[in-house]
């Protein structure tokens, strides 16, 4: 991973094994398609993140200097 | 129904109706189309897209009324192809690939390539559970800039 972002001039992220990343898309998207469903506000972003253990600085939505 | 609660009723149900039609067709339905499905005008329908994109529900073309995205799908081919329930959609990226199945609660193939050497890659989700080789997902911008430019992310 830090190769392919070094030959490209890209920082490295976050990387997630393909395990947690399906738990994340199921957290995220398993009630898109209800008539209720509402935008979740920050906090509970943030909450949701902290609950699949994503609790680095990459995943905090408060915008850093 | 005052303005307000109607702007919010078009918006909870042009939603719908996008989500219906990418559901069924693997494309988004245009402004004139949802105008006609739900009886409005364009230019109502208009607004409500705008509404929902201000809200981070929808992605509208750049510069455009039309939808680009109504995440996890795409209204382009991408990278990300996902089979499932005899159709077939393309995600906006590998986390929105598995947000298809996720959203779905079903099972599904994904078609891509690993960035690295381009080989294509199937992964599978089967029985509520992801079936891949190792495989991992990169995501390159922190969370807090992800909105800076969607399309990018």
């Known amino acids: ?65 | 129904m005052n303005a307000q609660a109607e702007e919010a009723e078009l918006e909870r149900l042009a939603r719908l109706y996008v989500y219906g039609r990418f559901l069924e067709e693997a494309r988004p339905p245009t402004v004139e189309e949802t105008a006609q499905a739900l009886q409005a005008t364009g230019a109502a329908v208009t607004l409500a897209f705008e509404r929902l994109a201000r809200k981070r529900v929808l992605v509208l073309e750049e510069g455009g009324r039309e939808i680009r995205m109504a995440m996890p799908f795409s209204a382009v081919e991408t990278p990300f192809e996902v089979r499932a329930i005899e159709r077939r959609w393309y995600a906006n990226c590998a986390w929105d690939a598995l947000g298809i199945p996720a959203m779905l609660n079903c099972d599904a193939r994904i078609v891509t390539r690993c960035a690295d050497c381009g080989t294509s890659l199937t992964l599978a989700v089967m029985d509520g559970e992801v079936v891949g080789g190792g495989e991992v997902v990169h995501f390159g911008v922190p969370a807090a800039r992800w909105w800076d430019d969607i399309v990018f992310t």
């Open chain 1, 1 to 65: 991973m830090d190769r392919w972002c070094a030959d490209r001039g890209v920082g490295r992220g976050a990387v997630l094994s393909l395990e947690r990343a399906w738990e994340l898309a199921v957290e995220w998207y398993h009630d898109r398609l209800r008539a209720d469903w509402r935008c979740r506000e920050k906090g509970e972003v943030q909450a949701m993140f902290a609950r699949l253990g994503l609790t680095s600085r990459f995943w905090s939505l408060e915008e850093s200097e």
